[in-house]
Nanobody
Framework: QVQLVESGGGLAHTGDSLRLSCAAS????????MGWFRQAPGKERDFVAT????????NYADSVKGRFTISRDNGKNTMYLEMNNLKPQDTAVYYC?????????????????WGQGTQVTVSS
């Protein structure tokens, strides 16, 4: 069993940067593909970025490509999402997820473990 805890969310203004962290406990996330997803009020949970094990392959939603960077520190059992040039449409609860497979997947249904989420609010 893997427990995931997100941190780093908060209030930002357009153009600001934030870095989200996702710490894993319970067991290491060795061998697990991981991802970041987000859910805005009244909307479905959407794919943001994924990263394979051990971190050689990444994938991004078009809406964040060039602005967000996903990474992982396997020695610290932690995944990150560096978010630059934030926009109001980035406002959402951000979730990290892990799956029992080495590849990252963009489908919510592909993931086995989820964090509780961290709120990111971007004002104009």
């Amino acid at each position: 069993q893997v427990q995931l805890v997100e941190s780093g969310g908060g209030l930002a203004h357009t153009g600001d940067s934030l870095r989200l962290s996702c710490a894993a406990s319970g067991r290491t996330f060795s061998g697990y593909g991981m991802g970041w997803f987000r859910q805005a009020p009244g909307k479905e949970r959407d794919f943001v970025a994924t990263i394979s094990w051990p971190g050689s392959t990444t994938n991004y939603a078009d809406s964040v490509k060039g602005r967000f960077t996903i990474s992982r520190d396997n020695g610290k059992n932690t995944m990150y999402l560096e978010m630059n040039n934030l926009k109001p449409q980035d406002t959402a609860v951000y979730y990290c997820a892990a799956r029992k497979g080495s590849t990252g997947r963009s489908s919510v249904d592909s993931y086995d473990f989820w964090g509780q989420g961290t709120q990111v609010t971007v004002s104009s």
